[in-house]
């Protein structure tokens, strides 16, 4: 069975900077395209960044220029790199496998103070 386990989250000030890893367990991390999204308090879970395994990204438009998305195939690894960070980044972050049914972690906690 396939797992992600997110690290890298915690508490910085706006105008900050995070990184966050997934590790992925088993060897399907190269043949499938995959995200990161996130989930605020009372709000619905969004993506945030995506990347394909020819390493095409996306970004929300609340993200662009700010956030990277990188993965690491030969270490079954995907990254996420925020930089100036502002409050309303504040969330539970999820990185994704992308198919038919995703298969997600089980989120990694990050907060943005003022």
């Known amino acids: 069975q396939v797992q992600l386990v997110e690290s890298g989250g915690g508490l910085v000030q706006a105008g900050g900077s995070l990184r966050l890893s997934c590790a992925v367990s088993g060897s399907i991390f190269r043949l499938v395209n995959t995200g990161w999204y996130r989930q605020g308090s009372g709000k619905q879970r969004e993506v945030v960044a995506t990347?394909?395994?020819?390493?095409?990204?996306y970004y929300a438009d609340s993200v662009k220029g700010r956030f990277t998305i990188s993965r690491d195939n030969a270490k079954n690894t995907m990254f996420l790199q925020m930089n100036g960070l502002k409050s309303e980044d504040t969330a539970v972050y999820y990185c994704?496998?992308?198919?038919?049914?995703?298969?997600w972690g089980q989120g990694t906690q990050v907060t943005v103070s003022p």
């Open positions: 990347i394909t395994t020819t390493d095409i990204t």
């Open positions: 994704a496998l992308l198919g038919g049914r995703n298969v």
